[in-house]
């Protein structure tokens, strides 16, 4: 072989690997991207999606690790796996775009926890297997091209597809998604792999050996050429796919993805897959602000937190003596987007000299505002995520207090139930309910479809005299069809009223929500397990009943006799490190997903900050990967690599410790000194250090496990595989156990926990 063509395939399997990276950082964005639309941007929906995907990864890589001993790979393989992987990508954006018809799920509706399962697993098994086949595979190549080097020269391959998925993320945080849609960034970069898969195949020289790898290559060539030249056309029609035959337009913004749907002469927009609002609906827009407003003897200043684009601004104006409208609505192309589809109306009322529009999040605006109001009205949505869930707290509802005027009411709406609530609905009203009243010492719900809560200071007075509401009415002169007299004795009938007061009260020490620990994760558990099955709904209320001394106790006497057993036992250090690898996988993927939530609590969207947080914990795990295999090289006599180990894994264990303290400061005392910005390249920064973190780890792994005489060639898959094992198991117990019951904080401290546990387990080393 010339020795121009040996150095070629020498530096195969990291550009292969490299390629692979960069396909599998941006598929497993847009993936999260498109379900999170679909799944309506639920967080334990994101915790599933993770799990999954590493799941088929790790199987892929192990599968590829067991069999490289058995079938050596070549050149081809490593191509036609690459071609495999360039066909995935656009199937994968078509197949979840095609879930609604799929699966039978009504456009605004949330799928049912099985379905989501079914979705997630059917959509990562057509991209993931190759992906982790790739990593496996181009290890073993690598150590047979390299069979004078030490066993554990491949960590480059880690490198390699480390690096590869943090160019991948940037990209699209940078490149991609300014600038073009979610389908032409997937053909794009399919065919740049089609492209170095055709350098590495070569497959227009016909070889012999090659020709079935060559015809793979022209036949995926082929379907992504004319997607290419369908692209548009493709977008459009998998969009109608998404949303059915009445949607009008979809736009994807820094913070959301925006559809329209027009059906005769309503529209109706959603966000996220979320429903915002339709539009003429004058039912909804007249309970929505008149009947708080109706609440205030004479409102002035009013605070509009949403809602504005539904026609709210246009029934504030009713009132003649309204001096001033502040309407806060975070994403900056929403309103451009949705305006020429509204009435005109709408459209002027969102011009009047009196609405101040503001571009904030609305968390950050009532931190930062300095004026106080009459009445506040909220219109943000359930909240069934953090990102919602957030408005409900009893840190936002403090601060609401602070921006009311003495007298000022405070008005929300949930859904509810019209005559009889569900024990999963009831509980989360309850919580809401005692929530509320950690602040405002006066409130008062209104029963009915919607569950709609005001609230006002000890100098106000709530009422629910319908006849005194009815007064103000005639006294304000508005003409109302929907909020009369009749209407207002019904939902204000003392029956009603006494039942909803009864039924909330039967839920005696539930706990309140927090921004550090929201109960949305635990109701979305509870509306989940109600569609899926009765038992299951028992299962998750019973794991409430484990309280904080329980669990730590019952985890502290696992743990010691774990430490035990391999102190005294027959396993060998070999499986201590191998748990040590597994739990690190799971403690970093739990930790991204503590990242994501903890910035979307503070600042409210997850949907840009996505690509950033994933890219940089990529490049971290790249860059300590890098190090390790630098330190290492240049190290004199024999790296001492045990010792090391166990120092990456003491200061793991205390990793999730700092990140407790420093939430808890930015939360607190630093916060007003912050900007959105700098907040988000804190979380970024966050992430490249856990990365870093992980990366050092992994490699000292792999000299760590390979003095257990292991075949090189079978060390990078195992240990991937076991890795990916771990991090599917971690993101699955955070999100649907540990995180919904336990919150933020003690979520932390067990990741802290569990790190020390496997670091005791290392103490008895050779």
Request: charged share 15%; proline share 5%; hydrophobic share 50%.
């Amino acid at each position: 072989m010339r020795s121009e063509n040996r150095t070629s395939l020498r530096s195969l399997p990291f550009l292969t690997i490299t390629t692979a990276g960069f396909a599998a950082a941006t598929a497993q964005i847009l993936v999260l991207r498109e379900l999170l639309v679909l799944f309506y941007g639920n967080e334990m929906s994101t915790g599933l999606i993770f799990a999954c995907w590493l799941l088929w990864t790790a199987l892929g890589s192990g599968l590829s690790g067991r069999w490289s001993t058995r079938f050596p790979p070549r050149e081809s393989t490593l191509g036609v796996l690459l071609a495999l992987l360039a066909a995935m990508l656009p199937l994968i954006v078509l197949f979840i775009r095609m879930s609604r018809m799929l699966w039978s799920i009504p456009a605004g509706e949330l799928p049912t926890i099985g379905k989501m399962l079914m979705i997630c697993a059917t959509t990562t098994g057509l991209f993931c297997p190759l992906s982790g086949a790739l990593f496996g595979m181009c290890w073993a190549f690598h150590r047979q091209m390299h069979q004078n080097l030490k066993p554990v020269q491949p960590l480059v391959i880690y490198l390699g597809e480390s690096l590869g998925a943090a160019v991948g993320g940037l990209t699209f945080y940078y490149v991609f998604l300014p600038h073009l849609p979610a389908f032409i960034v997937v053909l794009i970069t399919s065919g740049l792999i089609l492209t170095i898969s055709g350098w590495i195949l070569r497959p227009w020289h016909l070889y012999s050996e090659r020709y079935f790898a060559g015809l793979i290559w022209f036949g995926v060539s082929l379907v992504i050429l004319l997607s290419a030249v369908c692209g548009s056309a493709f977008e459009k029609k998998s969009r109608l796919w998404q949303w059915g035959q009445d949607l009008v337009a979809v736009n994807e913004t820094p913070y959301h993805n925006i559809a329209i749907v027009q059906k005769n002469e309503q529209v109706s927009v959603f966000a996220n897959g979320l429903w915002l609002f339709s539009a003429p609906d004058p039912l909804s827009t007249e309970h929505a602000v008149h009947l708080a407003l109706l609440q205030h003897p004479h409102p002035r200043k009013i605070l509009l937190l949403g809602g504005g684009i539904a026609g709210h601004l246009e029934e504030i104006f009713k009132y003649p003596e309204i001096q001033r409208i502040d309407y806060v609505e975070h994403d900056p192309e929403l309103i451009p987007f949705t305006e020429r589809y509204l009435s005109l109306e709408v459209r002027k009322s969102l011009h009047h000299s009196r609405v101040h529009l503001f571009h904030e999040d609305a968390n950050s605006f009532i931190r930062r505002s300095s004026i106080n109001y009459d009445a506040i009205l909220m219109n943000i949505g359930d909240p069934i995520n953090a990102q919602m869930n957030r408005f409900y707290t009893k840190e936002f509802f403090e601060r609401v207090k602070q921006r009311l005027l003495p007298g000022g009411v405070f008005a929300f709406t949930i859904s509810g139930g019209e005559d009889m609530l569900g024990h999963a609905q009831a509980r989360f009203l309850s919580s809401i309910q005692k929530t509320l009243l950690q602040i405002f010492p006066n409130i008062l719900i209104y029963p009915g479809n919607h569950a709609r809560f005001f609230a006002t200071d000890d100098t106000g007075k709530l009422t629910s005299d319908y006849r005194t509401l009815s007064n103000r009415i005639i006294e304000r002169k508005l003409k109302l069809v929907y909020i009369r007299e009749d209407t207002l004795r019904d939902a204000l009938n003392p029956f009603r009223l006494g039942y909803l007061k009864s039924i909330l009260d039967e839920f005696q020490g539930i706990p309140i929500n927090r921004d550090f620990f929201p109960i949305c994760y635990f109701h979305n558990l509870m509306l989940w397990a109600t569609q899926w099955h009765p038992l299951l709904k028992k299962f998750f209320i019973m794991l409430t009943t484990i309280g904080p001394g329980p669990f730590w106790t019952g985890l502290a006497i696992t743990g010691a006799l774990l430490v035990v057993f391999f102190w005294t036992g027959p396993l060998r250090f070999k499986s201590a490190v191998a748990g040590s690898v597994i739990v690190a996988g799971a403690v970093g993927m739990a930790l991204q997903m503590v990242l994501l939530l903890t910035f979307q609590i503070l600042e409210g969207f997850m949907y840009l900050q996505l690509a950033l947080i994933i890219a940089f914990f990529m490049a971290g795990l790249g860059i300590g990967a890098g190090w390790v295999s630098r330190w290492e090289r240049h190290y004199q006599v024999e790296f001492p690599a045990v010792p090391y180990f166990i120092r990456i894994q003491t200061i793991n264990s205390l990793f999730p410790l700092l990140l407790m303290l420093l939430f808890y400061l930015i939360h607190g005392e630093f916060r007003d000194l912050l900007s959105s910005t700098a907040v988000g390249w804190i979380f970024t920064g966050l992430s490249l250090t856990a990365g870093i973190l992980g990366g050092i780890h992994f490699a000292l792994a792999v000299f760590a496990y390979a003095l257990s005489n292991v075949p090189s060639e079978k060390i990078g898959g195992r240990l991937y595989a076991m890795d990916l094992t771990g991090a599917a198991g971690g993101v699955f117990l955070a999100t649907f156990y540990i995180l919904p019951v336990y919150g933020l904080v003690n979520t932390l401290m067990l990741m802290s926990m569990v790190s020390f546990m496997c670091l005791l387990t290392l103490l008895r080393h050779p």
